[in-house]
């Protein structure tokens, strides 16, 4: 009887390392980069990441603010390039930690408010205001430690709608913008919760949209037609040709996939997630670091139709006009 | 030696157990478009005019419902109608009116994803509709 005691244990103490181990080990990738800018840009960058959050309300709702920086910020030589985030419905950056780190690793400072509500993109621009006032606060880590004059946004669904708006209504100061899964005007509530034609066809800066096969209903690629922007290529049309744009959709990608940390773990179903953060993390933050920190050889991953985002094994339904 | 072979049947299928557990699919992606049922275009419901809603808090709201107007963040908002998929009780379909928008439209709810979307009288809210039906796949 003590053999048999032992032997049950001996294999539930297997069975628990085995299922401990075999996540990590037999997991196969979802949408692993191929060419050398995503990988580059698909692996986290050299800085350590801290994060926090501001003790005061950093927006008009009274929400706090969390930043995502380089630890070693105080030390660096130069001034940083700000993301501004923005949430997608009833989320908050702990929604979206990896991607959020990962951008931070990259030598970003990364805002988002605790608004759960950012499509009309006012809590974006109240959250750089406050990281206005913190570059001239002594006493603030980020005290002359940012560069406005490369400023971007990206955001998830309603959250992409209020990334755009927010460089649309900030006077050029934010650059570029992210969106992903930006949802058919269909699913605005109220309309003007969304990116507004018009507000689109008046803009200038330049815009990256991003979703993913697998989230036809909300977000899809294309459409049956109507005058809604109901669609990212109706999207990206109707975004002027004066702008630098990109579309592209991640196969098998639903639209929580980006909340993945970096898969989507034992719980994933109760976050509506498949298969993680993973392809997000390369392209997009390839797109900032050539937008606002400079790096051509990232920009040209995206040159229309020869670049190396159309030839990368993960994304589908892609195109740009970047010369 | 039945005591061995008990426990190497035991080994085994522990074994089976925990392959199964972990090679189990988990919400395989879907192809783009899988689920989609393609249905006919549906004329904009036009509702007769109605009075300017007022606010009408029912204590029997059902939670789904309070979700759902939680989300408008409009407290003049109204709801009739409202079902819930029985096989994905987090989706539900029915119709709303709002202070903008006084007339009662469709729309369909993703309460998993906090999606609300709005009958624009499109094709492609015929196809976003079709969540609403059981067995339907489920975003």
Known sequence: MKRLSRAICITLVSATALAAALPAAAQSVPNAPTGPVETQYYANGAYATTQTRSTVACDSKGNQCDVFYPTNIASLNTRLPLVLWANGTGSTADNYPNWLKHLASWGFIVVATRDQQTGYGNTVLDSLAYMQAQDTNPASPFYQRIDFAHVGAAGHSQGASGAANAMFHSVGVIKTTVTFELPNQNWCNPADNCLLTPTLTGGSGSIFYVSGTADSLIAPDTQSGGTQLNSQTAWYNATPSTMLKAKGLLKGANHNDITGTPGCGLLGFLKACANGVYGYLGYPTAWLAWQLKGDAVAGAAFKSGTGEFFTANAWQGRVSNIP | ?139
Do not use: Y
């Open chain 2, 1 to 139: 030696m039945a005591r061995i072979s008990l426990i190497v049947a035991f080994l085994i299928l522990a074994a089976v157990a925990a392959g199964a557990f972990f090679a189990w699919p988990r919400s395989a992606p879907r192809a783009p478009d899988a689920g989609a049922v393609v249905i006919q275009p549906l004329a904009p419901r036009e509702a007769a005019p109605v009075p300017t809603p007022v606010p009408s808090p029912s204590p029997t709201r059902s939670a789904i419902e309070a979700a759902i107007l939680d989300s408008m963040a409009d407290p003049r908002a109204e709801l009739r109608d409202v079902v819930t998929r029985r096989d994905a009780p987090q989706i539900a379909c029915g119709e709303k009116r709002t202070s903008r928008d006084p007339v009662f439209r469709r729309f369909v709810w993703l309460g998993h994803l906090k999606m609300l979307a709005t009958d624009d009288g499109s094709q492609d809210f015929g196809n976003i509709l079709a969540v609403c039906r059981e067995g339907q796949a489920v975003p």
